[in-house]
């Protein structure tokens, strides 16, 4: 199993990047789907972007597609979510999921029920 925890919320203004991290601790991280989810006050959590244990499969949602770049870094057990041309609609708290799945380049599951591990989320809001 894994423990998450994201870091690299904050405040900033429309138009703005931010760099979310997702730390991961325990072994075989590389067997590993990952995602970023969001929940904004009053709405239900969303998909936001997702990765396969080597990187070989992403997936984004249309919202923040052409916008943010999900990466990995093995190596370090860590998933990257680059944000830019942050808009008020962003603002969200961001969560990190895991699900373990080796053997697979192509499993990047998009429902929030389909991740086992959470970390605690990070806050991220965007000023007009």
């Known amino acids: 199993q894994v423990q998450l925890v994201e870091s690299g919320g904050g405040l900033v203004e429309a138009g703005d990047s931010l760099r979310l991290s997702c730390a991961a601790s325990?072994?075989?991280?590389?067997?590993?789907?990952v995602a970023w989810f969001r929940q904004a006050p009053g709405n239900e959590q969303e998909f936001v972007a997702g990765i396969t244990g080597e990187g070989e499969t992403t997936k984004y949602s249309d919202s923040v597609k052409g916008r943010f770049a999900i990466s990995r870094d093995n190596g370090r057990n860590t998933v990257l979510l680059r944000m830019n041309s942050l808009k008020p609609d962003d603002t969200a708290v961001y969560y990190c999921a895991a699900i373990f799945a080796p053997g697979s380049d192509t499993y990047c599951p998009t429902q929030n029920y389909q991740y086992r591990y959470w970390g605690q989320g990070t806050q991220v809001t965007i000023s007009s």
């Open positions: 325990g072994s075989a991280f590389n067997l590993y789907t």
